[in-house]
């Protein structure tokens, strides 16, 4: 069965510090994996995918098969980053399955 | 953002009795997806469509029906509210009309308390 974990609750980091938001996945077939974030007060939005292996506001991800991992890192955390983020998962049937989310904390 | 709006933004009702959610799209997406929101818990599936009249179960289905008569409206209901269905729920579209799901687009968000 499908699953996507993301094992932290809570990070907080201090600005301009790197960040590193873990996502780790079980999944059977070929994986598409995304990261979504909920910014205060506005909907739920696409932070970037692996197909498309882009940076958007400085974040990267990178699927690691080998790990089952697809963690979400940023060099230098800004204030506007603090957010939550989840991690997703396109599976069979065209569902998109979840991690239960990592709130960044970026303090000055 | 794309054109997704929920409706009620904001519901309190009492246990026991039925609450239907409306997700209208304006998009044409094939694709629509209704998630329920809790601490500790993330996005949690609950049902979607794949098309006019076509459904399937999510993770978390017990307790909840869909209907989707019309590409750009997929309604949840709850037929008989339990207080353990209090929580934030969201709508989400995908895929162009004839494409594989891409990207979701939210809806805003649904809060229900049940009390």
């Known amino acids: 069965a499908q699953r996507v974990t993301q094992p932290e609750k809570l990070l907080s980091v201090f600005k301009g510090a790197p960040v590193e938001l873990k996502c780790n996945y079980s999944?059977?077939?070929?994986?598409?994996l995304f990261w979504y974030v909920q910014y205060s007060r506005q909907r739920l939005q696409l932070l970037l995918r692996?197909?498309s292996r882009e940076s958007i506001k400085g974040f990267t991800a990178d699927l690691n098969k080998g790990e089952t991992s697809f963690h979400l890192k940023k060099p230098f955390a800004q204030e506007e980053d603090s957010a939550m983020y989840y991690c997703?998962?396109?599976?069979?049937?065209?569902?998109?399955?979840f991690g239960s989310g990592t709130k960044l904390n970026v303090k000055p | 953002d794309a054109g997704i709006t929920q409706s009620p933004r904001h519901k309190v009702t009492e246990t026991g009795t039925p609450v239907t959610l409306r997700c209208h799209q304006t998009?044409?997406?094939?694709?629509m997806y209704w998630y329920r929101q809790d601490p500790g818990h993330g996005l949690r599936l609950i049902h979607y469509?794949?098309?006019?009249?076509?459904?399937d179960k999510g993770e978390v289905s017990d307790g909840y029906s869909v209907s989707r008569s019309k590409t750009e409206d997929f309604l949840l209901t709850l037929e008989s509210a339990t207080s353990s269905q209090t929580s934030v729920y969201f709508c989400?579209?995908?895929?162009?009309?004839?494409?594989?799901?891409?990207?979701?687009?939210f809806g805003e968000g649904s809060r229900l308390t049940v009390l």
């Open positions: 999944y059977s077939g070929s994986p598409e």
């Open positions: 997703a998962l396109l599976s069979y049937f065209n569902k998109f399955y």
């Open positions: 989400a579209i995908s895929g162009s009309a004839s494409g594989k799901p891409g990207e979701l687009f």
């Open positions: 469509s794949y098309g006019v009249k076509d459904t």
């Open positions: 692996h197909i």
């Open positions: 998009e044409n997406h094939r694709y």
